[in-house]
């Protein structure tokens, strides 16, 4: 480890320690962390749009364009379409940080929210809504053999049952499911104990499902704290120990 | 005013004040003010036949019609010249009277010297009242005094109108049908005509009963007054205490007077009664500064000035429910709460500090005793993951002449953990040697990628700008995604950290020998996506996915975010084909590689972090039934 990489590794070392001081509440080295943290985020995010998307995209175009042909260049029209129109939606952007001059960048916002809607909706439609839910409606013939995991006979059924139970029931607890107030009748008193009836049962049942969900994203969400955790402890002791080798 | 039964003799009303006899006109001057002044007003209000022209007061008909065709008077008397002079103001019930005179003699020739004194006593008495009169003028009651003493003065000459005025006084003032029918031909005297004739001369008391206007005044002139037929503005004068309750015509009882609601709202509630009293004349205090000093039973300026009362203007009585009472009592309640200080709420951060930091000192420590003394240190895991398998087959698979796209979206606090669980798919990728091109939808993504392939690159000796290139930031989001699926060449301009030379040379990253033959995204051998977020997983899945023909599209997650990727796996038309997520599912997929790497090198602190956070969980838990049963045992 050279010089430039131990100062790197022992700053790095150091906002870590600093960024785990929260621990024990707010305080300045956590806040001097945070503040360094995203002004060098904002820094490179904007130095990565100007090298990476405005000069490629906008400025090296026209110069390209001007030293070519001249002012002539600007009027090609591949060029006024592929670059002069993106770079005015650009400027009448741009005149949003102003309140007097920002009604001027609606038809930028229009445009960016439109086309990105359409696109998102259009996606999720055929990308997602369409294919999953026919996907909860499998066949529940033993023969069928899935294709990437290789499930078959009972193993299969078993989970398409799942996913069939998990898919109705978790609809019907969002949106058929009945208001709190409302208690339903319930099926049979059997002793003194009352049945519930099916609207309860299925509630609870999606509400079963939904907790299941959210538990195994929480315990992959810990679980990956805790990698992050255990590099984060490595780096500060590689660090530590690259120090003393370096001194020793 | 208000309906409420008062006693027989009492003057005011018991709850509202409203006074319940009229006002004793024969008192002193002060007390007859108020009504004389109403009188007065109501006069000069009336407008005149000759004032007003097309304005007529009650009976305007009648009188219109007499004053275009004024009745000539063919006796001379003096109260028919003396009603001549006042033609243009006479109201009604007098015109009757001077038509009455004018043809009274076709009727009968019989004078009536009382009976015409009364009436031209009345003419001239209740003519005074609707001319404009100076403030110093003698109150009406006072001029009908003077006028009837006048017209008898007048009576006593030689000649004087009672010749030519032979009836009682009840017969001028018969309605005006009648007086009409009395107009008729001498020969067809009315019916009522023939029966007066036939009778005596009636007494007082015979005559038709009207309240009379001055209350308490006992002289029969007065009381003749209200026979006379008094106006509309007359007969408004409540009748005397001493007269029997008022009937209404039809003999039913008349509902004990009442004031409107909004006139009960606006009436001042005890505004002067209790601060202003009239106190007996020994308990009136005697003025002592001022120019009524030495007098007594002066008003008091003070009480009225200084003291507080309530406003008569805005003194209104609304009508509330209780509901609304309610409601105004509760926003009352809650204004009221606002304004208070909530209570500082006692802090409880010493024990949950306590808790907090003997969790993470149990984490820590768990994480680096792995770390610093290798020990403890867990197994490997044995088994792989089903779908590992299916990823491994894929990667093998590829051509090796296609390239591979890896997107690395993901944020720099998700290195630690993507990085060591695709360090295994990308050690298997550039171990076949297949050319890789990075990319990012996000600003950092970049200079991630260049860290995540770094010791791969060494490992395997891969050149930058020859086997690997960098495409860096692509833009826009989703619709950038799709963008780039279209057609990639326009979506990314310019790559990323291109070797120098390339740059000096002008060559662009799609011509580098990696990208040299990629027009479309179907041309890369396989799309990697390493995420930690499901929503950057899916847009590659909705955007990408179509425009990749039969091409693999693969995720690398975080464990976190694997539950909601996974049914894109899992469909029967699935849209990733290879899932990998998880550290296990890592160190599974370098057991496979045969190298380890950055997956087993945190393998223990991981296992060991675990297990830790599974015995706190677990101590929460038994912590937490601990005060559940303590609760429901408190002994």
Same mark, same amino acid.
Not at chain 2, 12 to 21: F, I
Not at chain 2, 346 to 364: E, S
Not at chain 2, 425 to 443: E, H, N
Not at chain 2, 488 to 499: C, D, K, N, S
């Given at each position: ?248 | ?333 809650? %204004? ?26 149990? %984490? ?104 690997? %290139? ?166």
């Amino acid at each position: 480890m050279d010089t430039a990489d131990l100062i790197a590794s022992f700053v790095a070392s150091v906002l870590t320690i600093m960024v785990l001081s929260y621990l024990i509440g707010d305080n300045p080295l956590f806040k001097i962390a945070m503040h360094l943290l995203i002004g060098v985020a904002a820094g490179y995010v904007g130095a990565v749009a100007v090298h990476n998307v405005l000069i490629p995209g906008l400025i090296e175009p026209i110069l390209d364009a001007i030293s070519d042909t001249g002012f002539a260049g600007l009027l090609d029209p591949e060029l006024i379409v592929s670059v002069i129109v993106p770079l005015v939606l650009v400027i009448l952007l741009f005149l949003k940080v102003a309140p007097a001059t920002a009604r001027y960048g609606t038809v930028s916002m229009v445009l960016l929210v439109g086309v990105s809607a359409a696109v998102i909706v259009g996606g999720a439609i055929t990308g997602t809504l369409v294919p999953l839910t026919l996907d909860s409606m499998d066949s529940l013939n033993p023969s069928v053999v899935n294709q990437l995991t290789g499930e078959s006979g009972i193993e299969r059924m078993l989970n398409v049952i799942i996913v069939l139970v998990g898919t109705l029931t978790t609809l019907f607890y969002f949106r058929f499911t009945v208001r709190k107030t409302d208690v339903e009748t319930p099926f049979a008193i059997v002793g003194g104990v009352k049945v519930p009836g099916p609207l309860t049962v299925f509630k609870g049942v999606g509400k079963g499902f939904i907790a299941v969900t959210f538990g195994v994203m929480y315990a992959g969400a810990v679980a990956a704290t805790l990698i992050v955790l255990a590099e984060r402890v490595q780096f500060i002791w590689d660090t530590l120990t690259g120090m003393i080798d370096s001194i020793g | 005013m208000c309906g409420t039964p008062n006693h027989g003799d009492a003057e005011e009303c018991t709850n509202c004040g409203a006074r319940l006899k009229p006002l004793d006109v024969s008192g002193s001057s002060e007390d007859s003010e108020e009504w004389l002044d109403r009188i007065r007003d109501e006069a000069e209000e009336t407008p005149t036949a000759g004032q007003s022209g097309s304005a007529e007061p009650d009976g305007g008909d009648d009188f219109g019609s007499d004053f275009d065709e004024p009745a000539a008077p063919e006796a001379g008397s003096a109260g028919a010249s003396q009603t001549e002079s006042s033609e243009g103001d006479v109201p009604e019930w007098l015109q009757r009277i001077r038509e009455k005179e004018a043809e009274e003699p076709s009727v009968s020739d019989e004078p009536a010297p009382e009976d015409a004194l009364r009436a031209a006593a009345v003419a001239q008495a209740v003519d005074e009242p609707m001319e404009p009169q100076a403030s110093d003028e003698p109150p009406p009651e006072d001029a009908l005094r003077a006028a009837v003493s006048e017209a008898e003065e007048e009576s006593k000459q030689p000649g004087d109108l009672a010749a030519s005025l032979d009836k009682p006084a009840e017969d001028e003032f018969i309605p005006a049908q009648e007086s009409e029918s009395a107009s008729e031909p001498e020969e067809e005297s009315p019916e009522w005509l023939e029966v007066m004739e036939n009778e005596e001369p009636e007494s007082e008391g015979d005559l038709p009963h009207v309240p009379a206007l001055i209350g308490g005044a006992e002289d029969s002139g007065d009381e003749e007054l209200g026979d006379l037929g008094l106006p509309d503005w007359l007969g408004e004068v409540e009748p005397l205490e001493d007269e029997p309750e008022a009937k209404a015509p039809d003999g039913t009882d008349l509902a004990p007077a009442t004031l409107p609601n909004w006139l009960e709202a606006m009436r001042p509630v005890d505004t002067f009664r209790s601060v202003v009293e009239i106190e007996p004349e020994d308990d009136q205090a005697v003025e002592s500064v001022g120019p009524l000093a030495g007098l007594s039973g002066v008003l008091l300026a003070e009480p009225v000035v200084a003291m507080p009362r309530t406003s008569s203007v805005g003194s209104m009585q609304l009508d509330v429910s209780e509901r609304q009472y309610a409601q105004a009592e509760l926003l009352h309640k809650l %204004v009221d709460e606002e304004e208070q200080e909530s209570p500082a709420v006692p802090k409880r951060g010493t024990r949950l500090a306590v808790f907090r930091w003997a969790i993470a000192a149990v %984490v820590l420590i768990a994480v680096s005793l792995p770390v610093i003394t290798g020990s403890p240190s867990f197994a490997l895991p044995s088994l792989e993951p089903r779908e590992l398998g299916a990823l491994y087959s894929l990667v093998e698979r590829i051509p090796a002449e296609q390239p591979v796209l890896v997107v690395f979206d993901y944020e720099p606090g998700y290195a630690g953990e993507l990085e060591a669980v695709s360090g295994a798919f990308l050690d298997q990728i550039m171990g076949r040697g297949l050319l890789m091109a990075s990319m990012s939808t996000r600003p950092t993504g970049p200079a991630l990628a260049l860290h995540a392939v770094e010791p791969f690159v060494d490992d395997h000796g891969y050149e930058n700008g020859q086997d690997i %290139v960098h495409l860096g930031y692509l833009s826009g989001g989703p619709t950038a995604v799709q963008l780039f699926a279209i057609n990639p060449r326009e979506a990314v301009l310019e790559g990323f950290a291109l070797p120098e030379e390339m740059q000096e040379s002008g060559i662009s990253v799609w011509e580098t020998p990696v990208l040299n033959d990629v027009e479309v995204l179907s041309d890369f051998g396989m799309v990697a996506v390493i995420t930690a977020d499901s929503e950057s997983a899916r847009v590659w899945a909705e955007q990408a996915r179509p425009n990749m023909d039969d091409k693999p599209l693969v995720v690398v997650l975080s464990a976190g975010a694997e539950p909601l990727i996974r049914p894109y796996f899992e469909s029967d038309d699935p849209k990733v084909g290879g899932i990998l997520a998880g550290l296990p599912a890592a160190v599974a997929y370098e057991l496979r590689n045969g190298r380890a790497g950055l997956a087993q090198e945190r393998w223990d602190a991981f296992g060991t972090a675990m297990l830790a956070a599974e015995l706190v969980l677990l101590a929460g838990a038994g912590y937490g039934i601990l005060i559940w049963w303590r609760g429901r045992n408190p002994a």
